[in-house]
Structures are given as C-alpha cells and as structure tokens.
C-alpha cells in the first residue's frame, strides 16, 4: 500500500510541497514516510490511496466510554431529571437484565460506529457492581474478536462503589483477574469522604499488585468539597504510577476557588496524571441542581493544559440513561469540547484535536512504536478531506479511509449537496472556506 501526497501532523522537510507519500510494508507497519514528488509515477501494483492533500493523521482515539451501558436508552424507563443519580438508578435496573449476548450485541454496534469514524483505540468503563460480572465477560470477549484491528481496553468500573457496595473490593479483584486492562473507582459515589479516600486506596493497591493502570471517575459532582483528586494525584506520586493513572471527569473542579486551584495544579503537573474531560456527559448532567448563574459543568481543561497537565476528551455515553443522544463521533467530541473549554484561539483548536488523536493516546499508555505516523510503526492512520485540524473539525468531516494494520478497514464515498441557487448554474457545496 502507498498513500500518495497527503499531508501530516508532524513532518521533516517535504521538499517544499508540504505533501508526502506514506509507504506500507507487507507486515502491515509503515516502512517509509517520503516528499511527495508528483512526476513519479505511482507502483503498478499494491493498494494506492491518492490523498489529494488530505490530511493523513493517526488514528483517533476514545480515552472514555461506556459500551456496556450504550445503546440502552430508555430501557427500563427515560433518565427524567437528567441527573446522574437518577441515570444511576435506571442502568442499576437495566443491569439486572443484562445477557452476555445483549452486551455483545450493543458493544460491538458502537465499536463499528467507531471504526466508521476511525477510532482504532478505545477505552472502555465496565460496570462491576453486577454479582454475575456479565458485563465484563462479555466485554472480555468483544475485545478477544477485535484485537487484529482494533485495541479495547476494559477499566473495571465499580459504578456503585468499592467500599460502600456489597463485597465491592471482592467484585474488583475478581474482574481485574478475569482480565480486565484497567482499575477503576468512584469516590464521590462512596457514602462518606472516608470510605471515598479508601476505594481509591484499594484501587492503587490493586493496581500495583498487578501491574496495571488506574482510571477513576473522580468528582464527577458540583460539590466543591468533593476534592478526590488530589489524593488520586498524592496517590499516583507516592506508588509511582504517576502518568498510568487518570483522572476522568472532575467536573467539581469546575467550582473550586482560585487559591486551591492554584494549589492544586501545581500537584496535578508534578503528579504526571492524566484528566479526561467529557464534555457531552459534563454538559448535560452538571449544573442540573443549580438556578443561575449555572455552571458550565466542565474541569479547568485550559488552566490544566497551561500547567502543563496532559488533557483529553472523551465522548463517553452512547444513547444509555445519561445520554440519549450519541454516535461516538470524536470529532464531534472535539468541537463541542473547545467550544465548552473556550479553546477558540488559532493556537487552541489544533489542541482540541490533539485531545481526542495524540494526547487521548497518552492516556491510554500508547507508545510511539504503537502509534503515529512513523516508520516502523503500525500502518494505522485515517485520510480527512481537509488540510489541517481546525478544517476537519469545522466541517465535521468524515474519514475518507481508514487504515488498520496497512488493511483498509472502513472507506467512505463523498455524498457532494448540489446547490440549484437562482440565477447561477448549479454547483456543489462543500462548506470549504474557498
């Protein structure tokens, strides 16, 4: 395969054209990255992908999401309030009728949308508060079917709680040596601030034991009391686990003062932990007990990128009881998060795009032999119809190819609008700037 005249994220010298071709070996990893030179003439043989100038980016990346949740949107009843209690309590109910088929069956829906839209790596929250751990089993196994193509990392999600839910520290271990990737907790859910500081204790005990890597929803809550991760942060320091743990949402961050937040970033940067925000969730659930003001609902995602704290976005829900709504379309995730986040400057929206392709990798521990578009690497990578990031994220574009191991995983044809306006000869509209 060769990707003729496509321009990258990050490059060396094009030779002026500010175009390359990517070259892919038999074995499925890039075996040359070179100046695009349009009086060559492309092999006679092999898949050949003409970029046109397009984008060639690596693939993007969901750092948060809820498969075994998705697809489940009214099932028993709405979410009513749009609350996240009340969102608890109606996926607590829809477990109880959970069928490993039925798990499979929503999961591996979602996992196609991805694919389509050229998410190749995902983390996903598994609930483990459920005796049977069906969920999880059936998560373990999805992610067995798709390892060739697509990387599935399962964080054992105790949704319920550790210390406060029956035999909750019991069900973590036992998903962790079933084979989840991934310790999960949730302190603000615990009954009381003790028994919070505690799950996540256990939950770096575990994860120490057996190498893994710790992802929490943390503060996920408008107290501005309810401060978990900074012992998350002292934690990471103190078992060395440092940019293998994660922060997800710390929507209360949102309401801090501006002392502890000072505070509090210089121990996130010295931390080295990663903060997931989730904008559609963040937007959606926080801020519902508030009159006005009301709050945005989101962590301090630009303050934390100045301090130097890596960032990510996440879709998260997929049409279950905390949203309704969803396709899992990261550069959607993208556009509503800058604009949610403030990143609006020149300088900022290219960032947006990085948290859901580069830094979303980071969260999840990819390394630069597994990701990026560089020799030697896998043969991963999606073609946009757009020259830069901020253009792929404004026209909301869809990937022309999606490239899995040097094997065309997902191909989209463009669908142009034709435009009848009076008095001119029809036209296409591309929503291009020229």
């Given at each position: ?20 071709d ?7 990893r ?8 349009d ?11 003409e ?8 693939p ?7 498969l ?5 949107a ?29 798990v499979?069956?929503r ?6 949308w991805?694919?389509?839209q ?20 059936a998560l373990?196994?999805?992610r ?14 105790p ?6 839910f ?5 069900l973590?271990r036992e ?6 990737d ?6 603000h859910?615990?009954d ?10 256990i ?6 034991e ?5 992802d ?8 501005e009391?309810s401060r978990?991760?900074e ?12 940019e293998?743990?994660?922060?997800s949402?710390?929507t209360?961050?949102?309401?801090y ?6 505070k509090l ?12 925000s ?11 007990f ?20 890596n ?10 009881p ?5 396709t899992a379309?990261?550069l ?8 949610a986040?403030?990143?609006t400057g020149a300088?900022e929206?290219p ?13 999840l ?6 990701y ?6 896998p043969a ?9 990031p901020?253009?792929a994220?404004?026209?909301q574009?869809?990937?022309?190819y999606?490239?899995s ?14 435009l ?9 509209v591309d929503?291009?700037r020229?």
């Amino acid at each position: 395969m060769i990707v003729r005249g496509a321009r990258l994220l990050t490059a060396p010298n094009s030779g002026g054209t500010g175009l390359y071709d990517v070259e892919v070996a038999e074995d499925g990893r890039i075996a040359r990255v070179v100046p695009y030179d349009d009086q060559k003439e492309p092999p006679g043989t092999g898949v050949l992908i003409e970029a046109h100038g397009g984008l060639l980016s690596p693939p993007f990346v969901e750092p948060h999401i809820h498969l075994d949740t998705a697809l489940t949107a009214g099932e028993p009843r709405p979410n009513a309030s749009g609350t996240l209690w009340e969102g608890i309590a109606c996926w607590s109910e829809r477990k109880a009728t959970l069928t490993r088929e039925d798990v499979i069956a929503r999961a591996t829906q979602v996992l196609r949308w991805q694919a389509a839209q050229g998410v190749l790596h995902v983390r996903t929250h598994c609930d483990v508060t459920d005796p049977a751990l069906t969920a999880l089993d059936a998560l373990l196994e999805v992610r067995d079917r798709v390892r060739e193509f697509l990387t599935l990392q399962i964080v054992a999600f105790p949704q319920e709680g550790i210390v406060s839910f029956p035999d909750g520290e019991a069900l973590l271990r036992e998903a962790v040596a079933r084979g989840a990737d991934v310790v999960g907790a949730i302190p603000h859910f615990e009954d009381t601030r003790e028994d919070g500081v505690a799950s996540l204790g256990i939950a770096f005990a575990v994860a120490e034991e057996h190498g893994l890597r710790v992802d929490a929803h943390c503060d996920e809550i408008d107290d501005e009391q309810s401060r978990f991760v900074e012992v998350l942060a002292a934690l990471a320091l103190r078992t060395g686990l440092r940019e293998r743990a994660t922060a997800s949402h710390t929507t209360a961050m949102g309401s801090y003062g501006g002392a502890y937040s000072f505070k509090l970033q210089r121990l996130l940067s010295r931390s080295g932990i990663n903060l997931v925000s989730n904008p559609f969730a963040n937007l959606n659930l926080q801020g519902r007990f508030d009159g006005y003001p009301r709050r945005r609902g989101l962590t301090q995602v630009k303050e934390m990128l100045a301090a130097g704290v890596n960032v990510a976005f996440g879709h998260d829900d997929v049409m279950d009881p905390w949203n309704a709504l969803g396709t899992a379309n990261p550069l959607q995730t993208a556009l509503v998060g800058l604009y949610a986040a403030q990143l609006t400057g020149a300088d900022e929206i290219p960032v947006a795009f990085e948290m859901v392709t580069e830094r979303a990798a980071r969260v999840l521990g990819l390394t630069a032999s597994e990701y990026g578009i560089v020799e030697g690497a896998p043969a991963s990578f999606v073609l946009l119809p757009a020259e830069t990031p901020a253009e792929a994220i404004r026209r909301q574009v869809r990937p022309r190819y999606v490239v899995s191991h040097g094997t065309v995983l997902a191909e989209t044809r463009p669908a142009p609008t034709r435009l009848n306006w009076p008095g001119e000869p029809p036209s296409e509209v591309d929503f291009r700037r020229t």
